[in-house]
């Protein structure tokens, strides 16, 4: 990606919030978490995902199971990294402030801009944290919409959803970027480190199995994603 403003740092259309559990704190959620209502379809598929996982095997993992529908799969997933990274950035908001994140950056060459490109159509330079608020609530927004993202079994999916959620998703990896740049001491500290990186990993492959995010937009982390591909060779 070519960085955009005169400093040489990228701007970008965004939006943002996030939360995360710790299991030695009391549960944090930077906003509420997204449940999936029991007896459905989609939460089977859920508890299907949540099963494959303990076998250690991200790659198969992320795989649509056998007979399964593309979008239903894409949406549950969504809501279950929507709820991680909520998770995630709750441990970490404490040092995510006005003052230490005055802008919305993934290290030194990625800057983030906000719009929505319906309340904020203009993007607009930000702190991290209002940025993460901006993106989680938006997200939030959209995973609540029935209409984008059905929970009713026999409801089709709209159009635009494979294009709704590829921009959830794009947006998500930025809170996951900023983490890793700017707050990663902190998660270190707080011993998240495995659980973020386990998380990101699940994402990542996610995203590329079935190509969701352009692999431009990875750029801030790509020597991580390298890293976390090669070992699982």
Not at 158 to 165: C, H, L
Not at 173 to 201: G, P
Request: proline letters at 5%.
């Amino acid at each position: 990606m070519n960085p955009r403003d005169e400093r040489g740092r990228r701007s970008e259309r965004v939006e943002g919030g996030s939360s995360l559990r710790n299991g030695n704190r009391s549960s944090k959620t930077f906003k509420p978490k997204k449940n999936i209502p029991e007896g459905s379809h989609q939460y089977e598929l859920l508890k299907h995902a949540e099963a494959t996982l303990g076998s250690g095997n991200l790659r198969q993992a992320v795989m649509l199971p056998e007979g399964e529908d593309l979008n239903e799969w894409i949406a549950v997933n969504t809501v279950d990294f929507f709820n991680q990274i909520n998770m995630l950035y709750g441990t970490i908001t404490e040092f995510c402030t006005e003052i230490s994140c005055s802008v919305m950056s993934a290290g030194p060459r990625y800057e983030y801009h906000w719009a929505d490109g319906t309340n904020i159509k203009k993007p607009i330079k930000c702190s991290a944290p209002k940025y993460i608020d901006y993106l989680m609530t938006w997200v939030q927004d959209q995973l609540d919409d029935e209409t984008l993202f059905p929970s009713k079994i026999g409801v089709p999916f709209p159009k635009n959803f494979m294009s709704v959620a590829k921009t959830i998703l794009k947006r998500l990896f930025r809170v996951y970027a900023h983490i890793y740049h700017q707050h990663f001491d902190s998660v270190m500290q707080l011993q998240e480190e495995a659980h973020l990186n386990t998380s990101f990993k699940h994402f990542i492959f996610f995203v590329q199995e079935f190509n969701l995010i352009d692999r431009r937009e990875l750029a801030p982390l790509q020597d991580l994603i390298e890293k976390l591909g090669s070992k699982d060779r």
